[in-house]
C-alpha cells in the first residue's frame, strides 16, 4: 500500500493548482482525463495547451492525453479513450500501471525539454506488467525500446487468447500478458485461472489449469515398460 500511496501522492503534487483537477483515488479522479492532461502540462507545457479543455469532454481529454504520451513520449496507451467514457469508475489497477509509465518518464527526465526527449522511453506493450522497483519505490517497465523492436510485440488492447480487443473493464492482465475475463478460465472445467496455476493448452490461445493437467498426464498410457 506505501508504493501506490507514494504514487498517487506523486500524481496529487503533480496536479496542484489545475483546475477541475483534484486525485482522490487512483481510478474516478482520473475519467474525464484532466487529470493525465495535468501530469503531462507540468513536466511538457508545450505538449498540451491545458487551458483549453474542458471536463466535460472526457473523450477528448483522454484521447489527448493518450495520443500525446505515446506519439510524442513513447508511453503505450494502456487504456482506450473510448472505455473512460462508457465506465464511471476505470479499473483502478489499468490506471495505476498506465500511471507508473508517467512517474517513470518524467522522473528520468525531470524537468528536461525537447531536446533531451530525443530517445524516448518506450515499454514493451506484452510485458509492461514485468516491472522492478524505482526511486519512488515503484513500478517501470524491465525491457528498453531496443529489446521492444527486436521482438514481435503484441498489441496493448488485444486478449492473447481470444486475439479480440479488450475493453477497460474486461481487463486481466497476468504475466505479463492481457486477457479477456472470460477468457482466463480453465478449457476443461471453466474455472477461473490463479497465478502460477495453469498451463497453455494443447490448442492455440487456451489455457489449462494445473490440476487438469496433471490429471491429463497422468492419464497417459505408460510405454516405457
Not at 507508473?100 to 522511453?121: D, I
Not at 475475463?181 to 493448452?201: A, D, M, Q
Amino acid at each position: 500500500m506505501g508504493t501506490l500511496n507514494a504514487l498517487q501522492e506523486w500524481c496529487g503534487i503533480k496536479c496542484e493548482n489545475y483546475p477541475n483537477v483534484e486525485i482522490r483515488n487512483m481510478s474516478s479522479s482520473f475519467r474525464d482525463g484532466l487529470a493525465f492532461c495535468a501530469i503531462i502540462h507540468k513536466h511538457r507545457p508545450d505538449l498540451i495547451d491545458f487551458n483549453s479543455l474542458s471536463k466535460d469532454n472526457v473523450y477528448e481529454n483522454n484521447h489527448l492525453a493518450f495520443e500525446v504520451t505515446q506519439s510524442k513520449l513513447g508511453i503505450p496507451a494502456l487504456l482506450d479513450a473510448k472505455d473512460m467514457v462508457s465506465t464511471e469508475v476505470p479499473d483502478r489497477l489499468s490506471v495505476i500501471t498506465y500511471l507508473s509509465h508517467y512517474h517513470h518518464c518524467f522522473n528520468k527526465k525531470s524537468h528536461a525539454g525537447p531536446a533531451s526527449l530525443k530517445t524516448p522511453y518506450v515499454a514493451e506493450c506484452s510485458s509492461h506488467s514485468q516491472t522492478q522497483p524505482d526511486s519512488l519505490g515503484g513500478l517501470q517497465p524491465a525491457k528498453s525500446r531496443t529489446e521492444e523492436r527486436s521482438n514481435s510485440v503484441r498489441p496493448c488492447s488485444v486478449c492473447a487468447s481470444c486475439m479480440k480487443h479488450v475493453h477497460l473493464v474486461q481487463r486481466h492482465l497476468t504475466e505479463g500478458k492481457l486477457y479477456h475475463r472470460s477468457c482466463f478460465r480453465c478449457s476443461v472445467c471453466s474455472s477461473t485461472l490463479l497465478p502460477g496455476s495453469y498451463k497453455e493448452g494443447s490448442e492455440v490461445g487456451s489455457l489449462v489449469c494445473t490440476h487438469h493437467l496433471t490429471a491429463s498426464q497422468n492419464a497417459l498410457p505408460d510405454y516405457s515398460k
